[in-house]
């Protein structure tokens, strides 16, 4: 893998370095919520974001 090829094609599937830190810090929130069984409402944070249509 000398100069970021694979069998003749450029490394495209290496995701950014924001995405992954932004997945490792919502996990570790994850856990330490649900280590200390913190209980969220998440339907009124989410409501601004949600139409008023039902999910089919």
Do not use: W
């Not at 090829?5 to 997945?23: E, M, N, R």
């Amino acid at each position: 893998m000398a100069g970021g090829s694979v069998a003749g094609g450029s490394v495209s599937g290496v995701p950014h370095a924001t995405p992954l830190f932004l997945h490792r810090k919502f996990g570790g929130i994850y856990l330490l919520a649900n280590k200390r069984r913190a209980r969220v409402a998440l339907r009124p944070m989410n409501k601004p974001y949600c139409h008023d249509q039902p999910l089919e």
